[in-house]
């Protein structure tokens, strides 16, 4: 996933967990729904967060710009270009 991508995601956890915390407020039929409206959107933020810390901490290949998986070392050569890692 390169990194512009993983940042479009995050805004868009953020933006659809603040959205469902606020219809209950926007829409007065749901008013009876507010907490629980409010306690899923900020789950749905709270989720939008790690995700944003986990990417944060993944190295990024400074040729293609894709997230590098570092699941055993960091790599010798990016697995999606081929090129060396310095
Ligand atoms: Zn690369």
Do not use: Q, W
């Amino acid at each position: 996933m390169k990194v512009s991508t993983a940042k479009l995601v995050i805004y868009g956890i953020l933006f659809i967990g603040a959205l469902i915390a606020f219809i209950a407020i926007l829409i007065p039929a749901l008013s009876d729904l507010l907490a629980m409206f409010s306690l899923i959107g900020g789950l749905i933020v709270v989720l939008g967060i790690v995700f944003c810390v986990l990417v944060a901490r993944t190295p990024c290949c400074p040729h293609c710009h894709e997230l590098l998986s570092i699941r055993n070392k960091y790599p010798e050569y990016c697995h999606h270009c081929d090129k060396e890692l310095s």
